[in-house]
Every structure is written in structure tokens, then in C-alpha cells.
């Protein structure tokens, strides 16, 4: 049992250095980091995530609204999605290195990929939600302005929105319109990744995936854009 308390503690303690929230409930932040996936577990992290994605999204907005007082709504909206977007978690998750405390099927943790970039957003919504069971919207503030600020900070424009910015070049270029289709789902009902398939007159077709039909949208219309020398890299004109 000694050995227990004390993995705990040192559990408890790497938490508290990331998130500046000392769990007193060791368990809650565990189940946080524990995916369905992961062997011999009778709690995962499925209903954290869908608290902490909703937390994340209030936390972030009230950010973006006092940080930008001249900011349209779109503009805000635009910013906001990219900075509670998956790909937006992973990376902050892992720049914590959150994934050496998670618990997941072994060969999922070492197929990398999309799918290991989801999970790893996932626990990071799922640990937000932890933090703010128990340390209330104050910790849960505090922890996601620690990494989220700077993100919002370092950026002096909104990204720009890939299907805006693809819908308003086809139609310059050829008065045509994109068009996108749903080619793929995979996955569980609680975690599905769709694949989408854009189409545009003139060119060769793309396809690209994402955790919704919208992200996967994007993803599509970012390619498209970076493939034609209209952006040099996601969110960035040539």
C-alpha cells in the first residue's frame, strides 16, 4: 500500500507542476488521462472530455473578448476555433508532455498518427474538466490562460478561415463553387473520424479528415489552398 500512496503522490505532484491544480482526489485526475482503449479500467475519460471541451470553450471565449475589445464576432469566432481546435490541444498537450502520464492501449499510444493526436486532445479537455470539478472555474481559468494566452497572444491577426478563403479564390478564378462530400467514417459513435472529399472545376480532387464534418472541411480546404500556391502554409497567403 506505501508503494501506491507514494506513486500517487508523485502522480499528484507532476499534475499540480502542469496544471497549478493539486488534486486532492488523485483518481479524478487519473481517470482524466485514462482512454477507453486502455486495458483492465472500469472509468475512461469520455464524459471529462465532453465537460472540458464545453469549459474550454467558455474559458477561451471570455479570454478572446477582453483580450481584443475592437474585435468583430467573426473575427472572434475564427480565432476561437482555432485556438480550442484538436490540433490546437494535442500540440499544448503535447508541450506538457501529457501523454507520458496517459493511460491507452499500447498499440495505440505507439501508432501515432491522427488517431494518437485526438486522443491526446481528448485527455487534455478531459483534464481541464478535472481541474475544474474540483478547484472550480477559478483553477480551470487559471490552468487554460497559462497555455492558451500565449497561443492567443503570439497571433496579431486571426487565422484565416480555409473554406472562406478557398470559396472567395475559386469563385475569382473561375466563378465556380467548392463542393465537399462525406467519402469515410471510422471509428466509435463517440469519437468518429470523417473523411471528406472537395471538389472544385479544373482540379484534382482532395481529400482529408478531421473529428467532424467541419474540421475535416477545413482540413480539406487548407490542403487545397496550400496545394495550388494560394497559402504557403496553413492560415498563410503567398
Not at 508523485?10 to 482512454?35: K, M, P, R
Not at 474538466?129 to 496579431?156: C, I, K
Not at 478563403?165 to 462525406?182: D, K
Request: glycine letters at 8%.
Amino acid at each position: 500500500m506505501a508503494r501506491k500512496r507514494t506513486a500517487n503522490a508523485a502522480f499528484a505532484e507532476q499534475i499540480h507542476a502542469i496544471t497549478g491544480h493539486l488534486f486532492s482526489d488523485v483518481a479524478l485526475a487519473q481517470t482524466a488521462l485514462t482512454h477507453s482503449s486502455a486495458l483492465r479500467v472500469s472509468e475512461n475519460n469520455e464524459r471529462l472530455e465532453f465537460l472540458g471541451d464545453r469549459v474550454l470553450g467558455l474559458i477561451v471565449s471570455e479570454m478572446l473578448f477582453v483580450m481584443f475589445p475592437d474585435a468583430p464576432e467573426g473575427d472572434l469566432a475564427v480565432r476561437l476555433g482555432a485556438l480550442v481546435s484538436a490540433d490546437t490541444c494535442a500540440d499544448i498537450a503535447l508541450g506538457m508532455e501529457l501523454d507520458r502520464h496517459m493511460h491507452t492501449d499500447s498499440a495505440l499510444r505507439s501508432a501515432g498518427g491522427r488517431r494518437a493526436r485526438n486522443v491526446l486532445a481528448d485527455a487534455m479537455e478531459a483534464l481541464i474538466a478535472a481541474v475544474y470539478l474540483e478547484g472550480g472555474l477559478e483553477a480551470a481559468r487559471a490552468f487554460v490562460l497559462r497555455y492558451w494566452q500565449p497561443r492567443a497572444e503570439s497571433a496579431a491577426r486571426p487565422p484565416r478561415d480555409s473554406k472562406t478563403e478557398l470559396q472567395e479564390w475559386v469563385v475569382r478564378f473561375n466563378g465556380e463553387r467548392p463542393l465537399y462530400a462525406v467519402v469515410g467514417r471510422e471509428g466509435p459513435d463517440h469519437e468518429p473520424i470523417f473523411t471528406v472529399a472537395l471538389s472544385v472545376p479544373g482540379f484534382a480532387e482532395v481529400q482529408a479528415a478531421g473529428r467532424s464534418k467541419q474540421a475535416a472541411e477545413r482540413a480539406a480546404a487548407t490542403m487545397f489552398l496550400v496545394r495550388e500556391g494560394v497559402w504557403t502554409e496553413a492560415g498563410s497567403e503567398s
